[in-house]
């Protein structure tokens, strides 16, 4: 397999210089370190050289990525396959049984694993994975994976992969520590240092503004900040859970097309309201900061900081779910009365008020059907399509984007032709099973 090809299966028309110097950094042998913005390709930057690594003939886990939250791990394990690299890839987190991928790992026997730190470290705990065939370990988003929460469960992992010849950490934003456990660099050799951090003489690809909130309580002014911005994708960050309910349940009264995503959300209500988001049926996303490290989510063009981040890098990392490669993006501060700006903000952040009266709250053009079957019930993309076309009478046009998860499927239709395809594919079965079909809530 070459370059070339796995850049063809992604349709992408060439590398840029940080990966490029990644991709050479690989070929030294050495343990490096790459810091660069987000939305700047650092996925493909250890991915690609990792995939032209693996030995297609050998058996055994030969790499382990680790990832701090699930979603960035999906989307990691997501791309290595979609460039077709040799070995296959399992992905391991919280949310679903342990015992469900113990089994494929046994079955499967993946070449690359893609792992929260809390997942692996149990797997390896239990004697799933043998680690004397791994020689590549990888941790993306490493300043986060090496703060107090996960420092004990990475240390383990550490101690246990004691055959591991390469060690690579990517990251926004530095730690200020590497811990000595890591142990980067071996035999005197310290671990190359990529920093690709340093702003380029060209125009910033994002736009910072204030918003006056007039109350502490900030919800009316975040409803006009929305719909005045209307139909385009935003993030809404606050910071802590109960926040992010209490904001997404306003919105929601006010017919604002929104919803929650933190931690304590089951795993498949937070891919629901992720694939609402991404196919269009939502317009806005209220999180947590799990959402602002590694997620790529195509088309987001604003951010908006209902609270403030504590930390420098956790803006950085908000705000880098915009903007991202070559789009411009834009991010708001929303300021309650006497509330300063912090130190960490750039200079340039002019004031944004919304527009008064406030505009209604916009209507996505897009619709989300649940489908109680999904891969485990051997259902395809194919199927839904077929399916929803034959037997929903909708044309090619009237739908979008298609998910077969393992226990339901997602597709997006054109809203206007919703209620009349519920209609029609009431008590229909699809590829033979009797399953439920309604909207997506």
Not at 99 to 128: C, F, K, M, S, Y
Not at 267 to 294: F, H, I, M, P
Not at 295 to 312: A, F, M, R, S, T
Request: hydrophobic share 40%; net charge positive.
């Amino acid at each position: 397999m070459q370059t070339s090809d796995i850049l063809s299966r992604l349709r992408i028309d060439a590398l840029t210089p940080m990966q490029e110097a990644a991709a050479h950094a690989w070929q030294t042998g050495q343990d490096f370190v790459l810091l660069s913005p987000t939305g700047t390709g650092k996925t493909l930057a250890f991915l690609l050289p990792l995939a032209l690594s693996i030995a297609p003939d050998a058996a055994g886990v030969q790499a382990i990525v680790l990832a701090p939250a699930r979603e960035l791990a999906q989307q990691t394990a997501e791309v290595f396959r979609q460039m077709g690299a040799p070995g296959g890839v399992a992905c391991l987190h919280g949310g679903r049984p342990a015992a469900d991928e113990q089994r494929a790992l046994r079955e499967a026997a993946p070449a690359l694993l893609v792992a929260t730190p809390g997942r692996l470290a149990d797997h390896l705990r239990r004697g799933n994975v043998d680690t004397r065939t791994v020689r590549t370990l990888v941790i993306d988003e490493f300043d986060k994976c090496l703060e107090l929460g996960f420092q004990d469960e990475v240390e383990d992992i550490v101690h246990r992969l004691a055959n591991v010849r390469r060690r690579v950490f990517l990251s926004a934003t530095d730690a200020e520590e590497i811990p000595r456990f890591a142990s980067m660099g071996r035999e005197g050799i310290l671990p190359l240092r990529l920093d690709y951090r340093q702003p380029s003489d060209a125009a910033p690809r994002l736009c910072l503004h204030t918003v006056a909130s007039p109350t502490r309580d900030k919800l009316e002014t975040l409803f006009q900040l929305l719909c005045t911005l209307g139909n385009a994708p935003a993030l809404v960050f606050a910071n802590h859970r109960e926040s992010v309910d209490r904001i997404a349940r306003f919105l929601a009264d006010r017919r604002f097309p929104c919803s929650s995503f933190h931690g304590g959300m089951e795993q498949d209500d937070r891919e629901r309201a992720l694939y609402k988001l991404r196919n269009g049926t939502l317009t806005a996303l209220v999180c947590t900061d799990l959402a602002a490290r590694g997620l790529d989510i195509e088309g987001i063009q604003n951010i908006v900081h209902y609270h403030l981040p504590p930390q420098p890098d956790a803006f950085t990392h908000r705000n880098g779910r915009t903007a991202r490669w070559e789009a411009t993006g834009t991010a708001y501060l929303i300021l309650g009365p006497d509330e300063p700006l912090p130190a960490y903000v750039p200079a340039g952040a002019t004031p944004f008020a919304p527009t008064l009266p406030t505009p209604p709250a916009p209507r996505p053009a897009w619709a989300t059907i649940y489908i109680g079957k999904g891969k485990r019930d051997r259902l395809s993309r194919a199927d839904i399509v077929g399916f929803l076309c034959k037997k929903g009478g909708l044309a090619g046009k009237d739908l979008g984007r298609v998910d077969v998860l393992p226990r339901f499927s997602l597709a997006a239709v054109h809203r206007d032709c919703l209620r009349q395809l519920l209609r029609l594919v009431q008590g229909e079965k699809i590829k033979g099973l009797r399953t439920r079909i309604e909207e997506a809530k």
